[in-house]
């Protein structure tokens, strides 16, 4: 505020004052990348997304440990954690994971964890999906 008087007192009196106001905001995008061939496919056959067992997953996971997506099932993304792990995003009823197809971004929330019922996946044309939940994926047994 004392430099705005400061200038007021120094501009000439026959002038009219212009002031200005400046805001600065930051926003944060994380993309997360389709995994590359060989560590798990972009997309899989309907039939392999049975390969896997859901379990219940957390309510949140930190967005620091996730490494790369793949589209699997219809309403879900999988994401491979950084200690191997796990999990499948379900989206909200309605939403599709074809459009995630080529990764997706996330807004990171000041804790620094992707939530489910909390945050939304950002597909690049456009679509956008809520969390539902998270489920904790197992290696299915072959006897099953």
């Known amino acids: 505020m004392l430099p705005s008087v400061l200038l007021l007192l120094v501009a000439p009196a026959g002038e009219p004052v212009r002031l200005a106001q ?4 930051q926003r944060v995008i994380i993309r997360v990348p389709i995994a590359k061939k060989g560590r798990a496919p972009a997309h ?10 859901e379990k219940k997953g957390p309510r949140c996971i930190a967005l620091r440990s996730i490494r790369s997506a793949s589209v699997v099932v219809d309403n879900g993304v999988d994401l491979l954690l950084a200690d191997n792990h796990r999990y499948r995003a379900r989206l909200e009823r309605g939403c599709n994971s074809n459009g995630f197809y080529s990764g997706f971004y996330v807004e990171p929330d000041g804790d620094g964890s992707l939530c489910s019922g909390r945050d939304e996946l950002q597909a690049r044309s456009g679509l956008t999906c809520i969390i539902g939940s998270f489920r904790r994926l197992e290696p299915a047994d072959p006897e099953d």
């Open 22 to 25: 400046m805001m600065i905001e």
């Open 44 to 53: 899989i056959a309907p039939q392999a997304g049975r390969a896997w067992k």
